[in-house]
């Protein structure tokens, strides 16, 4: 789980605060969302925390900010955080 303390410091990249938010938002836990969405817990940790998704990170991304998700804009956005998206 993200770390209060690495939010405070600004080393979560924005990306990660907005999936983590989302998330919160509608009440799931890590574990919730995982489960529904068939992929490891891990996955959506490293996803809030910017260090990738892995093959996971596209699937995450599109059930939480489906809006926020063309192909250009994903890759660019999350770049920084996961060279495999």
Same mark, same amino acid.
């Given at each position: 789980?993200? /770390?209060?303390? /690495?939010? *405070?410091?600004? =080393?979560? +990249? +924005?990306?990660?605060? $907005?999936? #983590?938010? @989302? #998330? #919160?938002? $509608?009440?799931? =836990?890590?574990?919730?969302? *995982?489960?529904?969405? %068939?992929? +490891?817990? %891990? !996955?959506? !940790? @490293?996803?809030?925390?910017?260090?990738?998704?892995?093959?996971h990170a596209r699937r995450i991304l599109k059930a939480l900010m489906p809006e926020r998700l063309d192909d250009e804009d994903c890759r660019?956005?999350? *770049? !920084?955080? =996961? +060279?495999?998206?």
């Open positions: 789980m993200t /770390d209060e303390t /690495d939010i *405070a410091q600004g =080393s979560v +990249p +924005p990306i990660g605060l $907005l999936i #983590r938010n @989302k #998330r #919160r938002e $509608l009440g799931l =836990s890590q574990d919730d969302l *995982a489960h529904q969405l %068939g992929v +490891p817990q %891990g !996955s959506i !940790s @490293k996803l809030e925390r910017g260090l990738g998704g892995g093959r660019m956005t999350v *770049a !920084s955080g =996961s +060279p495999h998206v």
